[in-house]
């Protein structure tokens, strides 16, 4: 349904663009060619502002998704790998506990921070919406950077376990003072890599 309702979606897109190009096209050509560019300036000038905005609007439908992805959630506090994962060396597993063994990494409960902060940062204000959390024992809610759409089936564990690290798939994430997502993840980057190392390549493997 979500995937016929996303093509539904596309081709609309696609249909109005291609209209408002078809419109500017007409009237542009139509007043050109029959009455002459100099006698309507005016005409001349609609048409192009038209065919530009069509343009724009095939551009926007074809590589807006993407620009999409790229914008960042907004997480309830900022949160630095580099001191972490980085300055401090703390495995990743140390707090995305389960990456190894099941299908989410999952992320770190407020108390996993505050094993460390109830003593350290103490003074520092960027923990402030750390100590309030805790303070009304409220979870933090981070939202997702990488997230697949919901027909397809990743596993963690299974990677993890096949000998791949976490860079390679989320890159230097230790020297990130934010988490973006570096690589593709899309079905064909997914099946190339399944490919070279003997990874499943059927359907249901990755489709529910
Ligand atoms: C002290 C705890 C901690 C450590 C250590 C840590 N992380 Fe994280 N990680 C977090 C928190 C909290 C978030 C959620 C906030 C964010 O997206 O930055 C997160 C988010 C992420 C995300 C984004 C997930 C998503 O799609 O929403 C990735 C990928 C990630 N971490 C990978 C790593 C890797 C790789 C390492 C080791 C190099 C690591 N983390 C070490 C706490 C940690
Ligand atoms: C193993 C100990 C440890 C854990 C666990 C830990 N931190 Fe930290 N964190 C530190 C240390 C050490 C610092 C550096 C002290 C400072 O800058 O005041 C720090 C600094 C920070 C800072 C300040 C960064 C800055 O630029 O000022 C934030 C924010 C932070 N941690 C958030 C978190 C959150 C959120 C969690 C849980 C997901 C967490 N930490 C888990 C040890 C830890
Ligand atoms: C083979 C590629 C690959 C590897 C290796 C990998 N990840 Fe991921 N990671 C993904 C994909 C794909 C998603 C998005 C999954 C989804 O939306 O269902 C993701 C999502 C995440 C998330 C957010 C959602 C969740 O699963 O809780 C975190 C945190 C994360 N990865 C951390 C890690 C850490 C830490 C490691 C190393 C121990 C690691 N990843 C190794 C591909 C990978
Ligand atoms: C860098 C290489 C690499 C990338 C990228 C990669 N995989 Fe894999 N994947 C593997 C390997 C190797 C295995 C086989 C592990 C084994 O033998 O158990 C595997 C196994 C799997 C499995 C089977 C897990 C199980 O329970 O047996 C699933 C599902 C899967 N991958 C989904 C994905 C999806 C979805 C993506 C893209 C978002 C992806 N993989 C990207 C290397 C990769
Ligand atoms: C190794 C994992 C993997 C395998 C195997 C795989 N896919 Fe996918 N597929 C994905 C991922 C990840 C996405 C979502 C990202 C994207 O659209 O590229 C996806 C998306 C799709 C989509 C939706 C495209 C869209 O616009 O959302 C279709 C349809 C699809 N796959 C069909 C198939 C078929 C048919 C097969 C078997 C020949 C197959 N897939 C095998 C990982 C896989």
């Not at 309702?5 to 609309?12: D, E, G, I, P, V």
């Not at 100099?38 to 998704?65: D, Q, W």
């Not at 593709?184 to 099946?191: Q, S, T, V, W, Y």
């Amino acid at each position: 349904m979500r995937l016929l309702w996303r093509a539904l979606k596309f081709a609309l897109a696609l249909l109005t663009v291609l209209l408002v190009i078809a419109v500017g096209l007409t009237l542009f050509l139509s007043r050109l060619l029959w009455q002459g560019a100099t006698r309507h300036p005016k005409a001349v000038a609609l048409g192009v502002l038209v065919l530009v905005l069509g343009a724009a609007a095939l551009f926007a439908a074809l590589f807006g998704f993407r620009a999409a992805a790229a914008t960042l959630p907004p997480q309830p506090m900022a949160f630095p790998h580099t001191i972490h994962a980085g300055t401090l060396g703390l495995e990743c597993t140390f707090c995305h506990r389960t990456a190894a063994t099941a299908a989410a990494a999952s992320y770190p409960s407020l108390e996993q921070c505050m094993f460390c902060h109830k003593v350290v940062g103490k003074d520092n204000p960027n923990l402030k919406p750390l100590y309030e959390a805790a303070g009304k024992e409220q979870p933090l809610n981070w939202l997702r950077v990488h997230r697949l759409p919901d027909h397809v089936h990743f596993q963690h564990g299974a990677h993890i376990q096949a000998g791949l690290t976490c860079a390679t798939c989320h890159g230097e994430v230790k020297a990130m003072t934010e988490v973006r997502q570096v690589r593709a993840l899309n079905m064909g980057d997914c099946l190339s890599c399944h490919r070279a190392s003997g990874g499943p390549t059927d359907c249901a493997t990755c489709h529910y």
